[in-house]
């Protein structure tokens, strides 16, 4: 007798999933997407013997399980394919997500947490479809690039909107003769990061020319550099996510022992990284149309030949709801996080932490008051076949109940991504003000000894004294009402997002640096009708300060990428008098990150006018705006 789905499956802790295979790309052909998909999974289901009839969209045996699903969700389609294998290592997972606006997710789960090479139906839809990671062709084979394609290149790592790594390699003319056997072991060291990660050789001429312009992120010759996604080349702190395996490590360790590192890390990132906005909707499309209709098999069975009230006879179509179908559906997936967690430093890492365990807690008391081990489609299948009664008022407590702990997941997996996404945020923040404090006690130790050198042994000794003419602003709302109504710097913009900034704010981290960027500005637009300084405000942070107004050169962004400008750019068109613009309104690209984590990714958008009109123009400030990375 074959094994139900519920026993082919088996509890997998979320840790482990860093060790699967999961990949999400574009296709340049978007009509070709999900034929192409249907066919190959047959085709794959055949080479292994799993074959789905003529008149089925599902097939088991007694150690495989396989469906195929087709969405209509609004203008998409989308389709679904799953197969689950027992195997002596574990039971296989795969899911493949394709939609007709051309993309797919492949993922591939070992229920043991083994780590899974890349599988066959993988390289078979590269084959066939042109895949892309935002830009960036995904090739089976490492690339090289000469200097010509450098600015290429580093276009490509500052993309947010990349899903997956990119593996940098350095070389040196000086060791011309090595260049070759490196280039050989490179698609030896890549193997298994086929479809998780793009490996680009660089030319002598190449590295020279990425180092000059990358600083801190530049690559070493004969190393092999990781690059997440959004490099932020301003950010010295950012440089240290972005690891090194260097020469030595590199000449010790064989080829086989290479690969594996590159594809550990390559699917740990993959478990980590946030779902594409595209794949968490059809996850949930599919989740929730097929709740619905296993909820109104409930109706149908409890009162034979009569629906019971509110329910929906099977195969009706409920108003607003996708068509799905199938007889399975998709593990319901992460959202858009739905809460902010606040505070700061050691004690908002101790509340987040406190967090995720309660979260971890709730979703036990979910998995409890169910009566099952893990919270998936087929075990919610279960739970309805077991708790299916004749009585119509048990059944329809079992149906809202289901769609309430339905929601209640998501909930929690929403609030469990914020979580992460706050502690990775506070990483990155907490190593640039190590990186800010060691330049500073740098420089006080270097200036304390240039005044014992000049004899003022006092000076040099005595405690730095306090700053009489300093007091710490409450809020973003008290600096720009504070401003100035006559001097260099103006805010045209509406408190709204202002308020919102300082509601999560509690500890005023935004506002300090607001405060700190307005005297920054003031300073550069006095210096520049003075003709003291002819740069720009990049210019001027880098090279030019001094005094009480100081800034980071590292929290201020020239421009917005093309893509964000592309899509949300009505978004970055902010008011200025008319002197400035005819139309009283000009988009402003250039902007301050005033706060990285819980105070809710605060922005400054600004419009520098030193040259005309002699002031700087705020014209928003308040929570990030809409980009690649935000839903």
């Known amino acids: 007798m074959g094994r139900t789905p519920a026993q082919i499956l088996e509890r997998v802790d979320v840790h482990t999933r860093t060790q699967d295979y999961e990949t999400f790309a574009r296709v340049s052909t978007p009509n070709d997407c999900i034929p192409a998909v249907r066919e190959e999974f047959v085709s794959w289901l055949e080479s292994k013997r799993i074959a789905l009839a ?18 209509k969700d609004g203008s998409q389609e989308l389709l679904l394919c799953r197969l689950v294998e027992e195997a002596e290592t ?21 229920s043991r947490g083994g780590f899974v090479s890349v599988p066959r139906i993988a390289k078979s839809l590269m084959r066939r479809l042109d895949l892309y990671d935002a830009a960036l062709p995904l090739m089976a084979e490492p690339q090289i690039w000469d200097v010509s394609r450098v600015d290429e290149l580093i276009e490509l790592l500052e993309d947010s909107d990349r899903h997956g790594l990119v593996f940098v390699a350095g070389s040196r003319s000086e060791e011309q003769s090595l260049f070759a056997p490196f280039l050989d072991l490179l698609p030896k060291w890549a193997r ?11 030319t002598p001429d190449a590295t020279q020319e990425f180092g000059t312009k990358m600083g801190h992120f530049a690559v070493a010759p004969w190393n092999l550099r990781t690059y997440f996604p959004g490099v932020d080349v301003r950010s010295a702190g950012d440089s240290f996510r972005h690891r090194f395996l260097k020469t030595g490590s590199l000449g010790a360790s064989s080829p086989k022992r290479v690969s594996t590192m590159l594809g550990q890390t390559a699917r740990k990132h993959a478990a980590l990284r946030r779902e594409p906005e595209e794949l968490l909707h059809a996850r949930r499309a599919f989740a929730r149309a097929s709740t619905e209709q296993l909820i109104s098999s ?41 809460k902010e967690v606040r505070k700061s430093g050691a004690d908002e890492l101790d509340i987040v932490t406190e967090r995720l365990l309660e979260l971890r807690n709730q979703l036990d008391l979910v998995q409890r008051l169910l009566g099952i081990q893990e919270i998936t489609e087929f075990s919610i299948q279960e739970v ?21 702990q339905l929601a209640r997941i998501e909930t929690l997996e929403d609030e469990a991504i914020q979580a992460t996404e706050v502690l990775e945020d506070m990483e990155i923040e907490q190593a640039e003000y190590q990186e800010s404090l060691q330049k500073k006690n740098a420089e006080n130790r270097w200036l304390r000894e240039r005044l014992r050198e000049a004899k003022d042994y006092e000076t040099a000794d ?6 009489d003419g300093w007091e710490r602003p409450e809020s973003c709302r008290q600096v720009l ?46 210096v520049k009708t003075r003709d003291e300084f002819s740069g720009t405000v990049d ?55 005033l706060s990285r984590a819980s105070a809710g990714n605060a922005r400054m958008h600004y419009n520098d006018d030193a040259h005309g009109s002699g002031k700087i123009y705020i014209g928003y400030v308040g929570p990030h705006l809409t980009n690649t990375q935000t839903n």
């Open 462 to 467: 005595a405690p730095t004294p306090e700053d």
């Open 481 to 526: 009402e504070n401003l100035d109504p006559v001097g260099a710097v103006m805010f045209t913009g509406k408190y709204d997002g202002v308020d919102r900034v300082d509601s999560r704010d509690q500890l005023g981290r935004a506002a300090f640096n607001l405060v700190q960027i307005c005297n920054a500005l003031a300073n550069y637009v006095r």
């Open 192 to 202: 298994e990061v086929y479809g998780l990660a793009q490996t680009i050789a660089l």
């Open 54 to 71: 003529d008149n089925s969209q599902s097939s088991s045996s007694q150690s495989a399980l396989a469906t195929m699903e087709d969405l």
């Open 90 to 110: 574990g039971r296989y997972t795969t899911e493949i997500y394709a939609s007709s606006e051309g993309w797919i997710n492949i993922s591939v789960r070992n």
């Open 298 to 338: 409930i109706g149908n069975q409890a009162s034979p030949g009569n629906e019971a009230d509110g329910a929906v006879p099977t195969g009706q179509k409920l108003p607003n709801q996708p068509t799905v179908k199938s007889k399975t559906v998709p593990v319901v997936a992460p959202a858009t996080p739905a």
């Open 539 to 593: 210019d001027y942070l880098k090279k030019h300060q001094d005094g009480r107004g100081t800034i980071g050169a590292d929290k201020h962004a020239t421009s917005e990428s093309k893509v964000t400008m592309d899509r949300w750019g009505e978004e970055r068109i902010f008011k200025v008098p008319a002197q400035v613009s005819a139309d009283e309104k000009i988009a402003m690209k250039a902007h301050f990150r």
């Open 384 to 404: 309805i076949r077991s708790r299916h009664t004749a009585d119509p008022p048990k059944n329809e407590q079992v149906a809202e109940m289901l769609r309430l």
